[in-house]
């Protein structure tokens, strides 16, 4: 079928992998100068279909028309040959070059036919991207200069440099905060302008409402429907998700919260975090809120042991402890699940169990054969109660959707028996129903007598599940609000260092 209507048709689109069909007769379509929302829950296929049209992924049937032409896109070059180009999740420019370097990216202009590197040129075609991108930052700083909202924006740069029709972003707002996010739109609102189509991957629902002119919603591997955005709601979208109502998002927290049982006092390491004093309490869920660079993560880690302090004491259960390492932390009972999972946990080349079950060896019982069928018994129990999609519990995490991997390290420190869990930013790139449950299991823990400490950008989030809110702004404490004062517009004023 042709049909000049539409920039992409993607028609009967299917994508097996070894016991896995991932994509089953997708059809999906974009018009010219659209931002299509792609909403699903993990492992859905959202990251399938747009590897097969990006050309990482061959599909196994199916039919694709560009501006009503046939297209067969055997590798990337394919594709970024036809102006399709993908923004991911994880930040890729490069922090040693400025950021002209990186938007032209190794295919520099030249003075005419000769091998001298036109900069003035170069400079002047990045400076007019900007202006129209509406930023105003010198084409000539270094990118390893800017924030990770900038460094976005350079890859967004980048893309229209290099002519992009249809741009793809997966994810492209989980590292940023909510500041940040608003820039990042008002820029792809402006690539509109330009004619550039949009396909925007999310699990941020408000955030689809915000930008998108359709959403198509993905199940278990087929297309539920798309919809104008206009036509819809929270709740039908939901709905599409995960085939049901989802009930209240945060559990109501009607727990008593007990006495101290961790004491950070005097923390300090140079600028980064200065004199930090809190308490977190038996039972309560402590969110330390503030924007990147406000010196939150490196603070929790120095807690933890896996980031350095020159000064400051810590006591748990009223007794000083030296926590040289997460090895001592977990003598402990603490536990941290990190936010860079990819890099700091996940083992991708081990399978499900043994990823669940790797921070609570000891408790696995002896001999090899019993401890394997004890594995297996836990992590039955964390892929049915977090839903983790897999074909089994032996299925290495390297073949799991994104949003499951996150799952299974989740699995492991919920499963490991800490007293004290730091969670830093839990929920990113999680569904919205597997979110519910991960709330409901935080309050589970904490009404076993667990406490928390989290890091979360999402600012809903940190209002729904927190007992109190601690918030940094450059290594300082500028604000603690106890339940009863929680307020967005004083936590961003906090975390921007307005009084
Ligand atoms: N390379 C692969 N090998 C085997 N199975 C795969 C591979 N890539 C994806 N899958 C499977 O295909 C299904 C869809 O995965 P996909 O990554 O498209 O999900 P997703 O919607 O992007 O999820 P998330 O929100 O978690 O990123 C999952 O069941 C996943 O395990
Ligand atoms: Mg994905």
């Not at 002047?124 to 202006?131: F, H, N, T």
Request: charged residues 30%; proline residues 2%.
């Amino acid at each position: 079928m042709e049909n000049n209507e539409y920039l992409l048709l993607m028609n009967n689109i299917s994508k097996e992998f070894p016991g896995v069909k991932a994509l089953k007769d997708v059809n999906f379509n974009l018009k010219k100068s659209e931002i299509i929302g792609l909403l699903g829950e993990n492992g859905a296929g959202k990251s399938t279909l747009i590897k097969i049209l990006s050309g990482t992924y061959t599909l196994t049937s199916g039919e694709i028309y560009l501006e009503g032409e046939k297209v067969i896109f055997n590798r990337p070059a394919d594709a970024l040959a036809r102006g399709i180009r993908v923004i991911y999740q994880e930040i890729t420019t490069l922090d040693r070059l400025t950021i002209v370097e990186n938007i032209f990216a190794g295919e520099y202009l030249h003075k005419g036919r000769s091998k001298i590197i036109d900069w003035k040129g170069m400079y002047e075609e990045v400076k007019s991207i900007l202006k129209k991108l509406e930023v105003d930052i010198n084409p000539n700083t270094v990118v390893g200069d800017l924030t990770p909202a900038e460094k976005k924006i350079v890859e967004i740069g980048r893309a229209i440099h290099k002519k992009a029709k249809i741009l793809i972003m997966d994810e492209p707002t989980s590292a940023l905060n909510e500041k940040e996010i608003d820039t990042v739109f008002k820029i792809i609102r402006g690539l509109k302008k330009e004619g550039i189509a949009v396909i925007f991957i999310s699990h941020k629902i408000s955030e689809i409402f915000k930008i998108t002119d359709r959403v198509a919603v993905l199940r278990d591997g087929v297309m539920e429907g798309i919809v104008n955005t206009v036509d819809t709601n929270n709740d039908e979208l939901i709905k599409m998700m995960i085939g049901r109502d989802l009930g209240e998002m945060y559990p109501k927290r009607d727990i008593k919260i007990g006495n101290t049982v961790l004491e950070v006092k005097d923390f300090s390491f140079r600028n980064i975090y200065k004199d930090i004093n809190f308490q977190l309490k038996k039972s309560e869920i402590l969110c330390l809120y503030g924007l990147l660079g406000s010196g939150r993560s490196q603070l929790i880690r120095a807690i933890y042991g896996a980031f350095p302090k020159e000064k400051g004491t810590l006591e748990i259960n009223g007794e000083k402890v030296d926590i040289k390492n997460p090895v001592d932390s977990i003598k402990y009972f603490m536990g941290m699940v990190p936010s860079d999972r990819k890099n700091e946990g996940a083992a991708l080349l081990m399978d499900v169990k043994g990823n669940i079950t790797l921070a609570n060896i000891n408790s696995l019982g002896n001999g090899a054969f019993l401890s394997s069928e004890i594995e297996k018994e836990k992590a039955k129990k964390w892929i049915d109660s977090l839903n983790i999609k897999t074909p089994s519990a032996e299925t290495l995490l390297e073949s799991l959707s994104g949003g499951n991997q996150q799952k299974v390290i989740l699995a492991r420190w919920l499963e490991s028996g800490s007293k004290i869990l730091i969670l830093d930013e839990p929920t990113i790139g999680i569904d919205v129903g597997s979110k519910v449950e991960i709330y409901k299991l935080m309050e589970d823990l904490c009404e076993q007598g667990v406490s928390i400490l989290m890091i979360s950008s999402e600012l809903q989030e940190v209002l729904g599940v927190s007992d109190r809110i601690i918030v940094m702004y450059e290594g300082n404490i500028t604000g603690e609000f106890n339940k009863n004062e929680f307020n967005a517009e004083k936590l961003m004023k906090a975390a921007s260092g307005i009084n």
